[in-house]
């Protein structure tokens, strides 16, 4: 049935982040928002069930870039540097990993998000149908795509074969409220040779669907594509990867050419700070990003690099770091780190129907509550400052209840369809034997 949700702010996420007073959130009985407004102005809810909330409504988070099952991962080699974590950890603990494994990793991830308010995350990660259908189970949304990647013992072609078949079969989008879109998931151009990442830019093409790939994340990664094509973004443009969806992961190490050639091409970029900082690997520059109008979103990497799926923390990491590298405190407000984590993740995804709360759009809502030092202030402060205690104080700690395409999937801050003790344990089990 339709619902009513009204709460003393409401945040839309539209492009000025505008702050509603006594706001309502109307969600038709498909869970699409129908009205967000003022209470004042809003139509008759008749027939409608009407929960009043003491807080704070804003759309779900939108983690752009993630491998949620390596919560079976969690802590190793976390000291590491990147290739050296990837090719000594990572990747040999993970050609131990059977379906069952991933399907667990995969549910308390969606779990764990969930609870800190990320309602969509774009997955890359083996045994993707494992993985979608955990994500339904959760009553997550996801964008997913099993890796594409050349290794000893793993094929390219038949990855891309695969993709192919799941999605000829399924539809881009499936699941209730269209919780499911599957996408390439191309690991890297350092992990592919020219002739898979052309492949994948015509198979995806005709499939209208997204590209996830690694870009420019190390330094060190991607020196003989850089010798040979220039950089990773002028190769990607010529096997005709950026004439279609794409969405670039972490993007740390571009050069002003490379910012000018994604906005040129509509490509989007998903900033990894937490990741990034842990591994050493850089600074994106989310600014000059910004300025040319390439869609930014937050990802949080993988949580065995990061160390966790609270996207909250990438809210304030970018700016901080944004700030820190422009050595300007004004590079981007908190307004502006709040509207990257909604909006902004699901325009470089290329999705219009979330990461705001407008008509037509899912229904995917987060309550945060106010009873915190954070909120010690009221609501009765202006705009700006209510928005600065959201982002800078509060982040995911306050977060009690969640939605997604009307349905609630957390209730006083719990999963309502998942046992979270039951998903952590055979997290627990699935991870003593990968270590063993």
Not at 97 to 125: F, I, K, Q
Not at 251 to 259: F, G, N, P, R, T
Not at 319 to 339: F, G, Y
Not at 344 to 368: F, K
Request: aromatic share 4%; with cysteine.
């Amino acid at each position: 049935m339709s619902q009513r949700l009204r709460a003393p702010v409401v945040l839309p996420a539209d492009p000025a982040c505008s702050v509603v007073r006594d706001g309502v959130v109307d969600v038709d009985d498909t869970g699409r928002v129908s009205y967000c407004g003022p209470a004042a102005t809003a139509p008759p809810a008749a027939g409608a069930r009407v929960a009043e909330l003491p807080g704070i409504l804003l759309p779900g988070l939108v983690n752009a870039h993630a491998h949620s099952p390596m919560v079976l991962l969690r802590g190793m080699g976390g000291d590491l540097p990147l290739l050296r974590w990837l090719r000594e950890v990572i990747w040999p603990a993970e050609a131990r990993l059977r379906p069952d494994d991933v399907h667990a990793g995969m549910l308390l991830g969606a779990v764990e998000m969930l609870r800190n308010g990320v309602t969509t995350s774009a997955e890359m990660y083996f045994h993707a149908e494992r993985m979608a259908e955990a994500v339904l189970a959760a009553g997550s949304r996801v964008v997913l795509g099993g890796p594409i990647i050349d290794l000893p013992g793993l094929d390219w072609r038949s990855m891309i074969a695969e993709t192919e078949r799941w999605i000829d079969v399924d539809g881009l989008v499936f699941g209730a409220g269209d919780r499911v879109e599957l996408s390439y998931a191309a690991h890297s151009a350092y992990m592919l040779p020219v002739d898979a990442l052309r492949e994948i830019a015509k198979s995806a093409s005709a499939r209208g669907a997204l590209v996830q790939i690694h870009v420019a994340e190390a330094p060190d990664e991607d020196e003989r594509q850089r010798a040979e094509h220039g950089s990773v973004p002028r190769l990607l443009d010529h096997v005709g990867l950026l004439d279609g969806r794409l969405i670039a992961a972490h993007a740390v190490h571009l050069s002003d050419e490379d910012i000018a050639l994604l906005a040129a091409r509509g490509a989007g970029v998903a900033h990894c700070p937490g990741s990034n900082a842990k591994l050493a690997s850089g600074i994106a520059r989310l600014t000059d990003l910004r300025n040319a109008s390439v869609p930014v979103g937050l990802g949080t990497d993988g949580p065995a690099s990061n160390d966790d799926l609270d996207l909250w923390e990438e809210v304030q990491l970018a700016p901080m770091l944004a700030r820190l590298s422009t050595q300007d405190s004004t590079a981007v407000t908190a307004a502006d780190a709040l509207l990257l984590a909604t909006r902004g993740g699901a325009e470089a995804l290329g999705r219009s129907d979330i990461g705001s709360l407008e008509p037509g759009r899912w229904a995917d809502l987060v309550h945060v509550d106010l009873d915190d030092p954070a909120f010690a202030t009221g609501l009765d402060v202006p705009d700006d400052q209510l928005v600065a205690n959201l982002v800078w104080a509060a982040g995911s700690r306050r977060v009690r209840d969640v939605w997604v395409a009307g349905e609630q999937v957390v209730a006083e801050g719990e999963a309502t369809r998942v046992d979270r003790a039951a998903a952590q344990a055979d997290v627990r089990t699935a991870a003593a034997r990968l270590r063993a």
